[in-house]
């Protein structure tokens, strides 16, 4: 840094004066700000800049400093305005603002129970009975200690300090100093800010709880999680010890399948057919339903009746929903009957008659910690089973076109209803029929997004770990 020569000086009255506004030489009757010599104006030539000089020769190293401090004082206390510094808090940040003050007092000493400080300007605001105070620390030289920050902060009071230093390397005037204290952002920090310190306090306890709130209900999620699929692998387990190693393999196959994951998840075609088919077949309003179920019904009557007996045992040991009834008899036909319709068009194995609150569980198993898969079907294909009812609708064509046009969102998911049931059904659809599910592949092909916004719907209604059966949609 080179040194500046001295421009400002204290006079006979002990006021700052600038080197342009006094007589030439001795005359001046100036003293340094710093060591207090005195001094000899120099400015009557051209050739160098305007200056004083001391009497004695001194260098005097750091009289420009005490200078600039001096006028930096005394310019805020002319304006009684200032510029903060940004509070760059580590929750909390504030930009900096304008602040206009009633009042500037310099160099005071204040007492705060029994610390003694004087910071070089002391600004206040006065809002009906009570002050408001700021303190200004002009740096020069050192910055505010350690110590002497730590007794700032225990008074209380808000506290910048202002780096001056740049202003040397300048040739600083009481214009350009002002401006500095009032315009400029920058070369000021906060040596204490209890207003908003508190502000960055309650944003960091509220921080604080709530990563604590998530890495709870993370430790929860993952604790069930372990909890279910520890019960999930026993009951593959026990597939397996049953001697069922095909069965055991089809879950791991679909367990491994689902990813375990937050954002994506897949709906088995099994899920999905079993609760469209099984709103279907029981809703007791619904006439269509129990047409499809009649006509299912005799397809499959001579197989049912000839293994009656076993599914009536096999029944007993699934512990199945109805089996308060100790008679056969007292268990509904129908109901004996669309269970096995189930088993083999949906299921295609051996998993029997339990395709109620028991299926349910056992497919919640499966599916365990991803969604309420099943259940979210139900939500999906509400609108159509709605329309079922309401209208007593036989015709699948009918229903097509009337998802089409009512319920596009569970086109995707109707096509593989339908794809699925004319797989496994065995019997063939009519040419009507055919055209309209060829409508209905038309449709989905074309608007893509039907599928995804039944996936988004799916996301948007399931929650975790909240299992309760819908059936009375
Ligand atoms: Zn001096």
Redesign the pocket.
């Known amino acids: 840094m080179t040194t500046q020569l001295l421009r400002y000086a204290i006079n006979s009255s002990n006021e700052l004066v600038s080197i342009e506004d006094v007589p030439n030489g001795i005359s001046c009757q100036c003293f340094?700000p710093?060591?207090k010599?005195p001094l000899v104006a120099k400015n009557a030539g051209i050739k160098k800049e305007h200056h004083f000089a001391?009497c004695s020769g001194?260098d005097?190293p750091g009289?420009t400093m005490t200078a600039l401090h001096l006028l930096a004082q005394k310019a805020f206390q002319q304006t009684k305005k200032i510029k903060t510094p940004h509070y760059n808090g580590a929750y909390y940040k504030e930009s900096s603002s304008t602040v206009i003050f009633d009042k500037v007092t310099l160099e005071q000493t204040v007492k705060k129970d029994d610390i003694y400080l004087r910071p070089d300007c002391v600004a206040q605001i006065n809002k009906g009975n009570s002050t408001h105070e700021l303190w200004v620390e002009m740096r020069v030289t050192h910055e505010v200690d350690e110590k002497k920050q730590s007794n700032i902060k225990k008074t209380g009071v808000a506290c910048i300090e202002i780096d001056l230093r740049p202003l040397l390397m300048t040739n600083f005037n009481e214009d350009t100093v002002a401006k500095y204290i009032t315009n400029d952002e920058q070369n000021r920090i906060w040596i204490s800010c209890p207003k908003l310190d508190k502000k960055d306090e309650e944003r960091r306890r509220e921080h604080q709880e709530k990563k604590r709130l998530k890495e709870e209900d993370e430790r929860r999620r993952a604790l069930i999680y372990e909890l279910e699929h520890k019960k999930l692998k026993e009951e593959i387990h026990q597939w397996l010890i049953s001697g069922d190693d095909e069965r055991a393999k089809q879950i791991q196959h679909e367990i491994e399948q689902c990813p375990y994951d937050d954002d994506y998840f897949v709906v088995s075609q099994l899920v999905e057919q079993e609760s469209i088919l099984h709103y279907i077949l029981h809703s007791p309003k619904n006439q269509a339903g129990r047409e499809i179920f009649y006509t299912l019904a005799r397809f499959y009557y001579k197989q049912f009746n000839q293994c009656r007996q076993e599914i009536w045992q096999q029944l007993k040991k699934w512990q199945w929903r109805q089996f308060d009834a100790t008679q056969e008899n007292d268990i509904l036909f129908e109901e004996l009957l669309s269970a096995y319709i189930i088993a083999k068009i949906v299921q295609q194995t051996d998993v029997l008659f339990c395709y109620d609150e028991f299926m349910y569980k056992k497919w919640i198993n499966l599916y365990i910690n991803k969604r309420k898969v099943r259940e979210n079907c139900f939500i999906c294909l509400a609108p159509l089973y709605q329309h079922i009812i309401a209208t007593n609708c036989k015709d699948i064509t009918e229903l097509t076109e009337w998802v089409i046009i009512n319920a596009p969102n569970i086109a995707s998911l109707f096509l593989k209803a339908i794809d699925y049931f004319d797989t496994h059904s065995k019997t063939q659809a009519s040419p009507k029929q055919k055209l309209a599910t060829e409508h209905l592949r038309q449709y989905v092909m074309n608007n893509p997004n039907s599928e995804d916004e039944i996936t988004a719907k799916i996301l948007r209604t399931c929650y975790p770990y909240t299992f309760a059966p819908q059936y009375n949609l």
């Open positions: 340094c710093k060591c010599e001391h001194s005097c009289a």
